[in-house]
């Protein structure tokens, strides 16, 4: 069997042990806006890796900015304490996430467009390349427009994207790396990526921008 598939199928079946069914998307063509891109889940093990390097606890509430058929809300119902929130686009993905998550008082799904939601209430912000460039720099602005805390923006993926924060008063890169594959405990390497995968972890510090 195809190594790298032996990872998605222990995916599916920790989605299972979570949600009760599959969160893969058997539909990756599918884009619901120009802008957008595929609903592809972040693997566990990503996850895994990424929020080592993240403090989260009780009081944080992580907004999945294109949360898809959920996978990020299912990590943090599974693995860690504090609330998390999905925005989608595609209502019909945003219905497959409300099946499944209505179990859990701590997550919750919109559906809508993140660049009309409030993001005051958040603590941490999770993007695994959900739009062009285009639409990033107009989330990066909202966050400065809106977010009047501390917070940790995490950006799997962002190959190609770094420079959109660059230069931007109040952010601090913490944190990078590159992912690409799923490395078992004797050390050996799955790949599941063509190509490495960069990763950055963010904070934003409101009070640094108005001292500028
Ligand atoms: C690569 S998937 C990420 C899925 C999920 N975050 C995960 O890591 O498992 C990107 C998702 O972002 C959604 N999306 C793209 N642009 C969006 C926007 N402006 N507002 C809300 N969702 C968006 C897409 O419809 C797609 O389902």
Redesign the pocket.
């Known amino acids: 069997m195809d190594r790298r598939q032996t990872v998605f199928e222990a995916d599916a079946r920790r989605d299972w042990e979570v949600c009760g069914c599959s ?1 893969v ?1 058997d539909e990756n063509a ?4 120009p ?8 693997p566990y093990f990503v ?1 895994d890796e990424l929020f080592l390097h993240v403090d989260f606890d009780k009081d944080s509430h992580l907004l ?9 809300l299912a990590y943090v119902a599974s693995r860690l304490p504090g609330r998390a929130t ?5 209502g019909v ?1 945003v219905a497959r996430v409300r099946a499944w998550a209505q179990r859990y008082p701590r997550l919750d799904v919109r559906c ?6 409030p993001l005051a209430p958040y603590t941490h912000f ?6 062009d460039t285009e ?1 990033l720099v107009k ?1 990066l602005d909202k966050v400065e427009a809106e977010v009047m805390r501390p917070v940790t923006l995490i950006h ?2 962002d190959n190609g994207e770094r420079y959109a924060y660059l230069g931007r008063p109040g952010w601090t890169l913490v944190q990078e790396g590159s992912i690409q594959g799923c490395r078992a405990e004797d050390g050996s390497l799955t790949p599941v990526y063509g190509c490495p995968q960069t990763w950055a972890i963010w904070t934003y510090v409101p009070s640094m921008r108005k001292n500028y």
Do not use: K, Q, W
Not at 35 to 42: I, L, V
Not at 112 to 117: K, P, Q, R, S, T
């Open positions: 969160l998307c599918r884009v619901a806006a802008g957008a891109h595929e609903p592809t889940p972040t996850l999945d900015v294109g949360c898809g058929t959920g996978r990020v999905g925005i989608e686009l595609d993905l809508g467009n993140v660049l009309d939601e999770y993007l695994f390349n959900p739009f639409v989330f799997m993926s």
